[in-house]
């Protein structure tokens, strides 16, 4: 979006806008989610608000130039306050043929598309599948379509560093920070935050100078060949936003939930046990875990992911915070062992960090798939509490309260995020530890007093740990008698213990906070989200009341139980909307538990809504334009009644009325 | 200091009626169980047993300790979160035949090869009883059973080789009913890693006298080996016969005294591996099974080496501070 340009003598115009969404893409070892990175963190530095969306394959490396191979990163960045990574590219840097067949379509008209022109031979046009003779950047339409810069980076980036004593591979590999370089000057960023992690990285770390040398080498003669050629005709710059004072920290979904484990346990005064089996998109959990062994953290990777619940669960069985993190298939092989968790009423965290499902489904994108599998997915009445965080930076928040429930309520507790919100990042305030609550939580000691199925206020039963003299117990998967917890197979005391179990969940929503919707309190329509699709539908619905609309939004935390007055407050909109990245799980629960006629936007595509997408559904449900339908779904970003059928028959699927 | 009670083996029963079957071979092994703790000296609050499911499972029940009974083939894991997170308990696994080896097979192997520092009893009755008697991973090939009426087609387990393959650091084999079950118990809990015993098992319901070459009075001095580290492999109730390593690398019985002499015999070594693998391999009806620990090597335990990384942290980057975790990575003031 741009707001004037100035014009100097001798220099360049620069254009002042006010946000810019970047797309960097490339095959998958051309080091296009490290350009990005380091592209959020200087605009962070900077003091723009961000947000962004690492979009990889699910193989480490897929056949070179080939668009399976291809590895994305998307930020947006502006001078304004943001909550997505945003919907249109306005700048693709594509590093080969098969990086711009892929991102092409996402880029805004007009748009920057800037492309490694060394890489589009005839040889890479064929593994990007073009027709043979076709080359896209020969083609008139893409031309006039785009603000197309082809230039040679490879070859560039090879005789910047002609001096530099490095192998070829070695060389070539710079060249990602070479393209950045000429984006850093594009939107007129500062080189120093990249140079002194490259510095610090392959300099002090790995101890590999002549590296570092190279790539701030390669980093600069990019910057300088935006500078001196006459390439682009102006410098973007998005000035700092408007947030507020304070100090902030870059942070990821995964990085925020580690450290809210780690934050949890402390303020509980235990330690973190996390167990876990590598899987994506939540193995970073387990990484950043590990490197948190001087905060008493263990981390144990287990051998499989039903290994890696048993000893969480083992773990809290001894007195610490047990946690197991996983996604989705690895939800569903630890289903039993967390209906043990339920019947033995262990503290255990599972953080489920969604991808697309079922089955191996697509194990780098994102979803919501998981929300019916939390909720029943196990056998026999097996409630466990929910809790879904809503942005990269609110996964510590929600981390901290996953881990508070289930220490005090002994209860497993699914902390639900996706690929998106654990990839994504943001600038997140630091919060001021010295604020935190402590976590309350008490052991039984009193041997006179010990009933190991005894239960407080809340239905909690006592937390007694081995090596307690006197309150030696046996707990297990076999049910329980009330207050002995002596094995018990009676009719009444059957139904006794898992009305119970319900009773503890649903008494816990009336220690939660009420919920109430931002934007008017009643209205039209209430446009209900949980979980990673915060940020677009906040947005969305921003947009429709700016242009009166009568729409309000409303984000839910906790899932599981729901707020007492979630119902109440549903009952004040003529209409509900619910979008969700899966086929209305929500919807399901709502309209279950509450009766309420809602409708959905639903969108299974691995990729994050688009916010244009939820205003198209706002708009239609305000019409009554739903008619029958339960929900719609988006299509190359457009939501349209008349294009929800379905032709199952066809290539594409697309109906062709 | 206040002295602490001197226990006894019935301070380490449960108030617990025990549910397995009158005559079953698990009786046994509870009463030793009982008896080694009392012996050992083992403190009912820092004693854990964890189990998973099956006959066997129901183990924890019936003892005075903690005790966790899991799900199905996963009490490896449970006792290795246990271990993890407080090291200073003491940790017995009971397992059966279909537990640890057929549905929990991935993890016995994982503990084993941690080298977790729990005692592991493995019971093993070559039949599932807790189902109603269908054939087991160690059933015999051909077994007839309510899955298998034409009789069994797979192949039988060795517990012990697998125990070894999986690298374990201690390894044991005995027998419900007989006298060195106690003193085999006393040694696996004396070994510090994952102790692995097969306990023989009758089941006398649905595989009664399974292990009759093994525990039958009358011959079984013939049909087992009793293994003493640093003695010669002699067996038979007038132990006449030997066990001698053929010109071939082959175990061959022999008649001490007639093939050769007693110095001509295999000496047990515990602590090598080869020699146990070879041992493992021994059955019944070929050879004489070798009962006794077969293998007991030190080494290091994974919570051990965990908790030793733990205080290398501490030691090298100081006691975790939150605030400096919330300030670390990529920050920024913004004024």
Redesign the interface.
């Known amino acids: 979006m741009g707001t004037g340009t100035k014009q100097e003598a001798g220099v360049k115009p620069t254009s002042e806008i006010k946000s810019a969404v970047v797309r960097f893409a490339g095959d998958s070892g051309d080091g296009m989610q490290l350009a990005g990175a380091q592209f959020t ?1 200087t605009s ?4 723009n608000d961000i947000a962004t969306l690492p979009d990889y394959p699910a193989e480490i490396r897929a056949p070179v130039g080939t668009v399976a191979g291809v590895s994305g990163f998307q930020i947006n960045f502006s001078s304004e306050s943001i909550y997505t990574p945003g919907d249109k590219v306005n700048a693709l840097i594509a590093m080969n043929p098969a990086a711009f067949k892929a991102h092409i379509d996402d880029v805004d008209v007009g748009g920057i598309v800037l492309v490694n022109e060394s890489e589009f031979g005839k040889m890479n046009l064929k593994k990007a599948g073009y027709p043979e003779g076709y080359n896209p950047l020969d083609d008139e339409e893409m031309n006039q379509r785009f603000q197309l810069f082809k230039v040679p980076i490879s070859r560039l980036n090879t005789e910047a560093l002609a001096e530099s004593g490095l192998g070829n591979k070695d060389v070539n590999r710079c060249k990602n920070m070479y393209a950045l370089g000429m984006v850093y000057w594009l939107y007129d960023r500062p080189l120093d ?1 990249t140079i002194n992690q490259i510095d610090s990285y392959f300099g002090k770390k790995k101890k590999m100078p002549e590296v570092a040398a190279a790539n701030i080498a390669a980093l600069k003669s990019g910057f300088y060949f935006g500078e001196t050629a006459e390439l682009f005709p102006v410098q973007y710059h998005v000035a ?1 936003a408007a ?9 990821t979904g995964n ?1 925020a939930v580690a ?1 809210g484990l ?2 949890a346990a ?1 303020l509980a005064g235990k ?1 973190v ?1 996390y ?1 876990s089996y590598p899987i994506t998109p939540a193995s970073n959990v387990l990484h950043a875990l590990a490197g ?7 981390t ?1 990777q ?3 992911e ?3 619940v ?11 915070l ?1 946690v197991t993190g996983t996604s989705g298939p690895g939800l569903a092989l630890k289903s ?2 967390i ?2 968790a339920v019947m ?1 009423e262990m503290p255990l965290v599972v953080v489920n960090v969604q991808r697309g499902g079922p089955a191996t489904g697509l194990p780098t994108k994102t979803e919501q798939s998981d929300l019916l599998q939390a909720m029943y997915g196990r056998n026999g009445e097996c409630p466990v509490v929910i809790i879904a965080a809503q942005s990269p930076g609110d996964c510590f928040d929600s981390a901290i309260e996953a881990s508070r429930i289930a220490m005090q309520h002994r209860v497993p507790v699914i902390l639900m995020t996706d690929g998106y919100l654990g990839n994504g990042s943001e ?1 997140w305030p ?2 001021d ?1 010295t604020k ?1 609550e402590k976590i309350k939580v008490e052991h039984a000691t009193d041997p006179e007093t010990y009933q190991p199925y005894a239960r407080d206020e809340n239905l909690v039963r006592p937390w007694a740990l ?13 049910e329980k008698q009330h207050i002995t917890g ?2 018990n197979y009676e009719p009444d005391n059957h139904q006794l213990m898992v009305e119970v179990r319900q009773k503890k969940i649903d008494r816990l929503a009336k220690l939660i906070p009420e919920i109430e919707p931002y934007g008017d309190p009643e209205g039209e329509l209430l446009v209900l989200g949980w979980g990673g699709t915060y940020g677009s539908i906040y947005t969305a619905v921003g947009n429709a009341r700016k242009e009166g609309k009568k729409v309000s939004g409303l984000h839910l935390r906790h899932i599981n139980p729901m707020p007492t007055n979630l119902g109440e407050v549903l009952k004040r909109f003529k209409r509900v909307l619910i979008p969700e990245l899966n086929l209305g799980q929500l919807r399901m629960l709502i309209r279950g538990k509450y009766l309420a006629d809602a409708r959905g936007l639903n969108k299974v595509q691995g990729r994050p809504f688009l916010v244009e997408e939820i205003e198209q559904a706002i708009d239609l449900m305000l019409q009554g334009k739903y008619g029958d339908r339960e929900y719609l779904r988006p299509h190359n970003g457009l939501v349209r009644v008349e294009d929800q059928d379905y032709d199952f028959t066809s290539i594409d699927g697309r109906s062709q009325s | 200091m206040t002295q602490l009670p001197i226990l006894t083996a019935k301070d380490f029963a ?1 108030d ?1 009626d025990i549910r397995w079957c009158p005559g079953c071979g698990d009786y046994a092994i509870l009463n030793q169980v009982k008896k080694v703790l009392a012996k050992i000296g083992a ?4 004693t ?1 047993f ?2 998973g ?1 099956g006959c066997s499972s129901r183990f ?2 019936y ?9 199905h083939g ?1 009490a ?11 090291p ?2 003491d940790v017995w696994v009971i397992t059966g035949d279909g537990d640890g080896l057929s549905i929990g097979g ?2 016995l ?2 503990i084993l090869r941690r080298n977790v520092n729990v005692n592991i009893l493995l019971f093993n009755n070559r039949i599932y009883g807790l189902t109603k008697g269908q054939y087991s991973p160690t059933s015999e090939t051909g077994k007839k059973s309510p899955s298998t009426p034409m009789g069994s087609i797979d192949l039988p387990l060795t517990p012990l080789s697998i125990a070894l393959a999986a690298e374990a650091s201690f390894v044991a084999r005995c027998i419900d009913v007989d006298k060195n079950l106690g003193e085999v118990l006393e040694r696996a809990a004396a070994h510090r890693g994952s102790s692995f015993v097969e306990i023989y098992q009758d089941c006398n319901v649905f595989n009664h006298f399974a292990f009759k070459h093994a525990s039958d009075k009358d011959t079984k001095e013939d049909n087992i080996i009793r293994l003493k580290n640093g003695k010669p492999l002699i067996y038979g109730k007038d132990r006449d016969k030997g066990i001698r390593l053929s010109g071939d690398y082959k175990l061959e019985k022999v008649v001490i005294g007639k093939d050769c002499q007693e110095d001509d015999l295999i000496f047990h070594d515990e602590s090598d591996e080869k020699l146990a693998f070879m041992l493992s391999r021994m059955s019944y009806p070929e050879f004489p099974e070798p009962m006794g620990v077969y293998y007991d090597v030190k080494d290091d335990c994974y919570e051990d080496l ?1 908790t030793q ?2 205080a ?3 030691e ?5 501070s ?2 400096k ?11």
């Open positions: 963190s962070a530095v900077i003091g935050t700092k947030i507020k004072p304070g100090k902030y920290r870059k942070i990085e450290m780690v934050t402390k330690d046990c167990c948190m062994r001087n905060f008493g953290v263990k144990f287990a051998e499989d039903i290994a890696a048993c000893a969480a669960i083992g773990a809290s069985y001894t007195g610490q047990g039993e062992a209906g043990l033995t600038p630091i919060p530890h935190f081995p090596g307690t003299p006197g309150l030696e117990h046996r707990i297990g998967g076999l002596n094995v | 449960s617990q403190r009912r609050e820092n854990v964890v189990a499911i924890p029940y003892m005075s300790s903690y005790g966790l009974h899991s799900i996963r490896p894991a449970f006792a290795t979160g246990v271990k993890i997170a407080n200073d308990l991935n993890h192997m994982h965990l990384q733990v290398d942290a501490i090298q980057r100081g006691e975790g939150i605030e975790l919330l300030n670390s990575g990529d920050t920024f003031e913004v004024k």
